[in-house]
């Protein structure tokens, strides 16, 4: 009984090496990726940074724009921005509900988009982490097709990816690589704060 279930194992595995080899086969060529991770769940800033880490690894540069976070104390933060081959932006003022000024809000992620096409001008980026852009796109104050534009115009091998809840078709269509993120349950919900090291 051992013996046939080991043997019936082999063969799945072997089954299924054959297809995963085939599949790596067919993927010949190489190409800058446009990532977005998308979604109401938690861990799509942290998905990207963990790309940051990677491609640090890897020996690439990283440039991060974080859009709407106005803080300069989260860990991530504290930790990448001191890293040689990281250029650091942070280019929001706050949620909107903090800020309460629309014009103010909309100008702030006009700027920040300039200093975006400045790193997707830039061949010796590898990589640009563009946290949280979905939402000046969904409230309008960067518009779509801009952006797709620059993102378009990037140097071939640069990777970007894009974080935030709720993309824009647009975007998702544009996109090499889409995750939606799904929320199940939240610590938050159950009054329990933002925990440095987990949430900030």
Request: aromatic fraction near 6%.
């Amino acid at each position: 009984m051992g013996d046939q279930k080991a043997d019936d194992h082999q063969q799945r595995m072997q089954r299924k090496k054959e297809v995963v080899d085939a599949a790596i086969a067919r993927a010949d060529r190489d190409k800058g990726l446009l990532l977005v991770l998308t979604g109401n769940g938690k861990g799509k800033s942290s998905s990207a940074f963990g790309m940051v880490a990677r491609a640090l690894g890897h020996g690439l540069k990283v440039g991060v724009a974080q859009f709407i976070k106005g803080r300069g104390d989260t860990g991530e933060e504290l930790f990448f921005a001191d890293q040689p081959n990281v250029v650091w932006h942070v280019l929001g003022e706050g949620f909107t509900w903090d800020t309460q000024n629309l014009a103010k809000d909309q100008q702030t992620a006009q700027d920040g988009w300039q200093v975006v096409k400045a790193m997707l001008s830039d061949p010796t980026i590898g990589l640009v982490v563009l946290d949280e852009l979905t939402y000046p796109i969904s409230y309008r104050w960067l518009e779509l097709e801009t952006v797709l534009a620059d993102l378009a115009a990037r140097p071939p091998m640069q990777h970007v990816v894009i974080t935030g809840r709720s993309a824009a078709k647009g975007l998702c269509d544009a996109a090499d690589t889409v995750t939606e993120l799904r929320d199940i349950e939240h610590a938050f919900r159950a009054g329990i704060r933002a925990q440095k090291g987990i949430d900030l």
